[in-house]
């Protein structure tokens, strides 16, 4: 006699539970790993609000005019300058690479570019830096010896414009960030002087821009 067994195929649903309980793996991984790069994310928001550098502050602490005579065609001009340079932050340090000065009256320029040599600005460091610019016979148009015969004539003073554009890296204990450009601009107002040089007031606050 033999027993035929046959077995119930009632079981056979349950292998294909194992199926959801993958998706569920993937799911725990997914959410591990978008969570980890959250904190990430949030720890390297608060690092930077943290350190986040503030502008470096530039002052004009002197100018001296030698020389700044205008023909309807050309201008010769000769100063020299000295600029407070302060770095505001306490953690950042700063890396100076091109620096370049050049003057303006009413947006023309009257003496040629001249470079600062490169220089490193510990935190809350300040340095003076000083500059001679020169121009020799440097075209400018008609208009600016009429509009110099009006400041000095209605108004007895000029505002010479320096600026400053240049590039710079901060940097944070051992880590160099990369290069970022910025421009200052130090307005200053000198009377016209019956002896030369011109002086300028001291401690004229100058703007930054990044
Ligand atoms: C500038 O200097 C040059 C050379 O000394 C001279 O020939 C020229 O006339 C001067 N120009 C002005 C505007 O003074």
Redesign the pocket.
């Known amino acids: 006699m033999s027993q035929i067994t046959i077995k119930s195929p009632k079981h056979c649903g349950e292998y294909y539970k194992q199926g959801p309980k993958i998706d569920k793996n993937y799911k725990k991984l997914f959410l591990a790993l978008s969570s980890f790069l959250t904190a990430i994310l949030l720890l390297s928001i608060t690092i930077w609000i943290i350190l986040r550098p503030a502008k470096p502050q530039f002052s004009l602490q002197d100018l001296q005019i030698y020389q700044f005579?205008?023909?309807p065609s050309?201008?010769?001009s000769s100063l020299h300058l000295t600029l407070l340079s302060k770095n505001p932050n306490r953690r950042v340090a700063i890396y100076y690479d091109d620096f370049q000065v050049h003057a303006t009256y009413k947006a023309q320029q009257i003496a040629s570019d001249t470079s600062l040599p490169p220089f490193f600005q510990d935190h809350q460091e300040a340095n003076l830096l000083s500059a001679s610019l020169v121009g020799?016979?440097i075209p400018v148009p008609p208009s600016l010896a009429y509009e110099m015969g009006r400041d000095q004539t209605l108004i007895g003073s000029f505002v010479l414009n320096l600026k400053l554009s240049g590039r710079l890296r901060w940097k944070v204990a051992s880590w160099v960030s990369g290069r970022y450009g910025f421009n200052v601009n130090c307005a200053s107002l000198m009377a016209f002087g019956f002896g030369s040089p011109i002086t300028s007031k001291q401690g004229t606050q100058c703007s930054t821009t990044m």
Do not use: G, Y
């Open positions: 005579t205008l023909s050309h201008v010769n020799n016979d």
